[in-house]
């Protein structure tokens, strides 16, 4: 996430009235619209009208777009840490790959939520202008496959998974599968029919003859 600038939230708010409205409340319709309309194509009129405060109040508590829209996929994405935790925490590479790939198609087709990802979906397209913002939203994607990865390499050390297996292209296909899932569900797929696809590529998931056998 990128520091808000000398002119952001922070310093305005110290210096002028405290917000008037309910920030966390309003970042959440933020998030709700960048998911549903992508990044460039919602407009600072379409965010205001949303969000339901004026385009003053949105500089003053966010700093500007790009800070919004930072903040945004920061709350659509959580704790990063607490992924790589869960992730280090499952019983092994398997479980934590389908965990991931199953949660995901949850919020892919989430009753109240726009479908698809919003990582996904509100970077798709886009100007060198908002490069940054696309680099901002690939780094989680990596901080995923980074962290399926690690398990992954360690259920090769402890024999679960077979030696030759490459973690980095395994770890990559749950990432470029959740990409899949994404599209899918903005075409309209349904959640079970999501699952269906998950459950059909977990079939797949490598595991050593040792593990098979215990």
């Not at 405290?18 to 965010?47: C, N, Q």
């Not at 790589?84 to 087709?109: G, H, K, W």
């Not at 990582?119 to 962290?147: F, I, K």
């Amino acid at each position: 996430m990128e520091p808000l600038t000398k002119t952001s939230a922070a310093t305005r708010r110290k210096s002028g009235r405290p917000l008037s409205f309910d920030r966390d409340a309003v970042l959440e319709k933020a998030m709700l619209a960048f998911w549903r309309h992508g990044y460039e194509t919602t407009s600072i009129s379409d965010l205001i009208r949303k969000m339901g405060i004026s385009a003053p109040s949105l500089y003053a508590a966010f700093g500007d777009k790009k800070n919004l829209f930072l903040e945004a996929v920061g709350l659509y994405a959580g704790d990063t840490n607490a992924v790589r935790q869960n992730i280090e925490a499952a019983p092994s590479s398997y479980d934590a790959a389908r965990s991931v790939l199953a949660n995901s198609v949850e919020t892919f087709t989430g009753a109240d939520t726009p479908p698809g990802c919003l990582l996904a979906s509100s970077t798709a397209t886009g100007s060198a202008a908002s490069e940054d913002v696309r680099g901002a939203v690939a780094a989680y994607r990596r901080e995923l496959r980074d962290s399926l990865q690690a398990r992954i390499e360690r259920d090769i050390g402890e024999g679960c998974v077979p030696a030759d297996v490459d973690p980095v292209a395994l770890a990559n296909l749950v990432v470029a599968l959740l990409q899949g899932l994404s599209v899918m569900a903005r075409d309209g797929a349904d959640r079970a029919s999501l699952l269906s696809v998950v459950e059909a590529t977990m079939k797949g998931w490598p595991e050593s003859t040792e593990a098979a056998g215990a």
